[in-house]
Structure formats: structure tokens, C-alpha cells
């Protein structure tokens, strides 16, 4: 089997389309298809960009049939707890604060909640695995820890979707799934030390970094951020210990990634480990795909990026 694997879109329609039929991919009946490849979303089709609906209008079609796969990104998480009350008490399972509203504006504005849409594109949305482990790849928005997956895949159905139970247990900060879950979907972090802090891409200021959770060269706080050329100059070059690091040998699957907005030439961050997020939603960004055929190592030549159009 080949796989186009496509990374963050964030309500960018018109580079998404731009993108498929750079790669081949040709509308068929409301369906794009690719003659012999298939398509693998890496999640975050919402939010940010003004396309949300052309996205979902495309994407999930494309999954419906057979055309391509996905996985549950962090936004698409995000949006169902946005959306479900909370069983232990009043509010929602994701709080309905100003900057969270900020965040997901682009999504409630294309499909309003209380509406048959909104309902039923959530109920997709929960359809969607938090990993795929297939013959030769493996898929997943941010980071592959096997104990987070062993202790998930015991819980949940075998198609690796959430249920209510998870989905609650996801959203409460005291619990194993909810480690488990933030590390799947939004990657490894380790405090700054000292009280340090930065700003991330929205102003807001963290405290916490993600990091290059496969490199075991890493030392510093900054040798092991993983996100923007911006930041880094903010992260210290403070010593960091061992245990963030998450063993993934070169003798392992390919895996591929999204949800961390890089920049520059697209290329390998390891042998057998490539990110697709090119940070579409942001000025001057691109989505990007990788052509797997089949190669245990990846090759920086296989990357395929448009520029993003939608404004």
C-alpha cells in the first residue's frame, strides 16, 4: 500500500484541494480519489482558518468511502468536550473560558452549536482513532508512547475511538487518561526551570515546553524544544534530564506526526519519524504531505508542500 500522510489543515479549504490535486488526487462524485495511493489525515481539520466547512466537506467524504484514513487531532478533542457537559458537575467537559472561545470561534462560527450540523459533525469526529498502527506506518497527531497507548487500548473500543467514559476521564487532570491522551494528541512536555516562561503563536504565555520526545542527543531545554525557530530563543539552555524521552529505535515503523508547526524546508526529524505540519494557519505557512512507498527511511525528497491560499 502507498500513503500520501497530510498533515494540520485548520479550515485551510482552498490549499487542501490545491494540495490533493497536486498529488493526483482527483474529485469523483463528491469524493477525491487517487487511483493507487491512499490518503492519511493527521487531525486538526478545525479552527483558525476560514474554510472550515470545505474542509470537512472534503476530508470526511474521503474517509466515508475508503479514500483515505485519519486520526483525532487535538482540535477536533477539543471541540467534543467544548460540546459535552460535564457529568461531575454544571459547565462543560472543556471550559467555555475567553481564550479557549478564541480558539475554536472559527469552528462554532461554521457549524452553530445546538445545530443538526454541529452535532453530526461531532459525532464524526468521535469515529476517528487516536492512533493508527498499520502494515509498515504508524500515525499519530503528536507523539507514539507505547504505555500511553497500551493503557488507552485497554479502555476504549478496538478501533482506538474515545467512549463517554474515556472522553470524561480525558478532561479530568487527576487521571492516567488524561496523561495519556495529552501526550498522544498535544506531545510531551517538561516545565521550564527556574520559573522561566515564553509566548507562544497566540501571546499566551507558557511555562511549559514540548519537547523532541524521540532524541536522545538532546541535553539542553533547547536542544530538546520541539516547535517554532521563533521560540527558541526564549527556551533556556539549562541541562535536561532523561525522562522525557520516549524510546523509538530506527529499527521501528516509520511514524509520522502533525500538531507542531514547523517551519522552513520540510525534512525528517529522525530516520523513521517525520512531521507534516507546516503551520498552514499562520502567514507565510504551507501544508504538507509525505509519499510513503514503502521505505523504512525517510527521505526529505518525498515532502510535497502548496503554499497556503486561503486568507
Not at 23 to 29: E, I, K, Q, T
Not at 55 to 80: K, W
Not at 206 to 213: F, K, L, P, Q, T
Request: contains cysteine; proline residues 7%; charged residues 25%.
Amino acid at each position: 500500500m502507498r500513503h500520501d500522510l497530510i498533515g494540520d489543515i485548520h479550515g485551510s479549504g482552498r490549499t487542501l484541494k490545491a494540495l490533493l490535486e497536486r498529488l493526483g488526487y482527483v474529485a469523483d462524485d463528491g469524493v477525491h480519489r487517487h487511483p493507487s495511493r491512499t490518503a492519511i489525515f493527521l487531525g486538526d481539520f478545525i479552527d483558525r482558518g476560514p474554510r472550515q466547512r470545505d474542509v470537512i466537506e472534503t476530508v470526511r467524504p474521503m474517509v466515508d468511502s475508503g479514500s483515505a484514513l485519519a486520526v483525532m487531532g487535538n482540535h477536533e478533542f477539543n471541540a467534543i468536550a467544548w460540546a459535552t457537559p460535564d457529568p461531575g458537575g454544571p459547565g462543560y467537559l472543556r471550559a467555555h473560558s475567553d481564550k479557549n472561545e478564541r480558539q475554536h470561534r472559527a469552528f462554532l462560527d461554521a457549524y452553530p452549536p445546538g445545530g443538526a450540523d454541529h452535532a453530526d459533525v461531532l459525532a464524526w469526529f468521535r469515529t476517528l482513532p487516536m492512533w493508527l498502527d498499520l502494515e509498515g506506518i504508524r500515525v499519530v497527531h503528536a507523539c507514539w508512547d507505547p504505555d500511553a497507548i497500551d493503557l488507552l487500548a485497554a479502555r476504549m473500543r478496538p478501533d482506538h475511538c474515545l467512549t463517554d467514559e474515556l472522553l470524561a476521564q480525558a478532561c479530568d487532570p487527576g487521571s492516567a487518561v488524561f496523561d495519556a491522551v495529552e501526550t498522544l494528541i498535544k506531545g510531551r512536555e517538561v516545565e521550564l526551570p527556574d520559573g522561566g516562561s515564553f509566548r507562544d503563536k497566540e501571546g499566551t504565555e507558557r511555562h511549559r515546553i514540548r519537547i523532541r520526545w524521540w532524541d536522545t542527543d538532546a541535553s539542553t531545554h533547547r536542544e530538546a524544544f520541539f516547535g517554532p525557530e521563533s521560540a527558541l530563543t526564549h527556551i533556556p539552555e539549562d541541562p535536561i534530564g532523561r525522562e522525557h524521552l520516549i524510546t523509538y529505535s530506527h529499527a521501528e515503523k516509520p511514524c509520522f506526526l502533525g500538531h507542531y508547526w514547523l517551519e522552513g524546508p520540510p525534512e525528517p526529524l529522525a530516520p523513521n519519524i517525520a512531521c507534516v505540519d507546516y503551520s498552514v494557519a499562520k502567514p507565510g505557512g504551507k501544508l504538507a504531505a509525505y509519499r510513503w512507498d514503502g521505505e523504512t527511511v525517510l527521505d526529505a525528497a518525498k515532502f510535497v508542500t502548496v503554499p497556503q491560499i486561503d486568507s
